[in-house]
């Protein structure tokens, strides 16, 4: 499941999606914006931080729901 999460947050493989309707992939952009106005983060590595401090209950759903579909996607693009 980390390694579905990390490797679906980052992109590195194959997009669009296979198949015939080329679905791009969501999660990586998706990703980047949840963290982009966070001090802690670093955009170049893609490191999972902890930044619910700062609005606890949207960022984390938001968080989990960037996570889910990191997962979907990367499902979705195995053969």
């Not at 579905?4 to 914006?33: C, D, E, F, M, W």
Request: net charge negative; glycine share 8%; hydrophobic share 35%.
């Amino acid at each position: 499941m980390d390694n579905s999460i990390s490797n679906g947050i980052r992109g590195h493989t194959q997009n669009p999606l296979p198949g015939g309707l080329g679905v791009r992939r969501r999660a990586p952009g998706l990703y980047k914006k949840l963290i982009a106005d966070t001090e802690e983060c670093d955009l170049e590595e893609l490191k999972v931080v902890d930044y619910t401090k700062k609005r606890p209950g949207v960022i984390a759903l938001d968080q989990l729901s960037v996570y889910a579909i990191a997962v979907n996607e990367e499902n979705a693009a195995e053969e």
